[in-house]
């Protein structure tokens, strides 16, 4: 099967460069061993079950012995032997060497080691594709692009359809799905992922044995709150109304599909533009992927035609997964920004740099006037800020983008761009 390549590939390389070993974490099925694959020079996978056995014994008598071969050396599922953690961390201590070592597995297998790597073992975190990855966004326009020159972008055109655009909600950023040709099988991936979550990753990943049940119900409330900043009081309730759960025993299961890389909610931008008390800090809820969310609800393409409101929210989740892949290479960071008087960014995308965007996802064409004025109202805000806070002011947004699900993009003349999804790229 052809390899699409992928955002981390360069960030990989990158680490390559700088630490002596590289650990790739993520959700399961996003591609972490193929990718390592790419750049390894040789490698060990601790679940071949033709050799596994005989593995096994040598990483747990004398793991070193393991670490001859072409390097950089790839260890898949090294959770399964992980004394291999310990040796990889001596072995880049005692030759001093970078790009020795990569270090994949499952997240469904949380293993405590007895040193944590810092400054040796550096961490990678992959995500599903993006778009772009899968080929669907023609990549007619860069993001760093936008930030370097943001008065050359005068237009594109994307050719991802509104079904096209659903269906990619629904199916999700899975690669397993690439190759598949019935449309059935691909939308099959998403929902596996969900049951298995439920029903046997959340409780090997610490060896707590939970209520596959509660599980369900946990992310079939994320889903129905999915880029919303429901309050956790609002999610527990939705669990409550079929489980008798706690508020200690929903912390626990929340943490554990933290672990697994499935829950990864939206932390709040909050700068004090107008007064600390009227920031609202919550987090936005989301999943690390719409198609869990989709997984999660019980639905099909099908049922879009009918509810565009979900699916406006579910764009949104698309939006900050492709952004957060296409700003990882960059040091990128989302956050959302809300205030009690109803302004809001549904996106906050700051560069590693100190430049950032203020950003509205917004589905259709007639939505984006109002998600452009909300912009333009925090831009004013942080003048207005400056002007009082001379010694301490705000860095004004560098770049103001409504990200579309819609056929073309243009500038606008208050100088806001309206990009659509299709069209991006890192």
């Not at 490698?43 to 014994?57: A, K």
């Amino acid at each position: 099967m052809e390899y699409l390549p992928r955002v981390a590939d360069e960030l990989l390389e990158r680490k390559l460069s700088a630490f002596g070993a590289i650990n790739i974490t993520g959700p399961k099925g996003c591609g972490k061993t193929t990718t390592a694959k790419q750049h390894a020079g040789s490698f060990v996978e601790f679940q071949d079950e033709d050799v596994r056995e005989g593995l096994l014994q040598v990483a747990s008598v004398q793991p070193s012995r393991l670490l001859a071969g072409a390097r950089p050396r790839l260890f898949d599922e090294w959770q399964d032997a992980p004394k291999i953690w310990g040796a990889v961390r001596k072995s880049v201590d005692d030759e001093g060497r970078r790009g020795m070592y990569i270090l994949t597995g499952s997240s469904s297998a949380d293993v405590e080691t007895p040193h944590t790597g810092t400054l040796r073992i550096s961490t990678l975190e992959m995500l599903p594709m993006s778009l772009f990855e899968s080929r669907e966004s023609n990549g007619e326009v860069s993001l760093l692009g936008l930030f370097d020159e943001p008065n050359d972008y005068q237009g594109c055109t994307s050719e991802l359809t509104v079904d096209g655009l659903i269906f990619s909600i629904c199916r999700g950023g899975w690669p397993s799905t690439i190759s598949m040709e019935s449309d059935d099988l691909r939308l099959d991936v998403a929902r596996d992922l969900f049951w298995q979550t439920a029903h046997v990753d959340i409780s090997r990943v610490d060896g707590v044995r939970r209520n596959p049940l509660v599980a369900e119900a946990i992310l079939r409330s994320y889903a129905r709150n999915i880029c919303t900043p429901a309050q956790r009081k609002t999610l527990i309730a939705d669990v409550r109304g079929n489980h008798d759960v706690g508020g200690t025993a929903y912390d626990e299961y929340v943490a554990a599909l933290e672990k697994l890389h499935i829950v990864s909610d939206v932390p709040a931008w909050s700068p004090a533009i107008r007064s600390k008390t009227s920031l609202r800090s919550s987090v936005k809820r989301n999943l690390v992927d719409p198609s869990v969310a989709v997984a999660a609800l019980g639905l099909s393409p099908s049922y879009f035609d009918t509810d565009f409101k979900t699916l406006g929210f579910l764009f949104e989740s698309l939006c900050i997964r492709d952004l957060k892949a296409y700003s990882v290479a960059m040091g990128g960071q989302m956050s959302y920004y809300r205030d009690r008087y109803g302004l809001e960014a549904d996106g906050v995308l700051h560069l590693a740099d100190g430049r950032y965007a203020l950003i509205e996802f917004k589905l259709g064409s007639h939505e984006i006037n109002d998600g452009a004025k909300h912009l333009c109202k925090i831009e004013s805000l942080v003048e207005e800020h400056n002007e009082k806070e001379k010694q301490v002011p705000l860095r004004p947004p560098d770049l103001k983008l409504v990200v579309t699900g819609t056929q073309y993009g243009y500038r606008r003349d208050d100088g806001v761009l309206v990009v659509p999804l299709a069209c991006l790229r890192p």
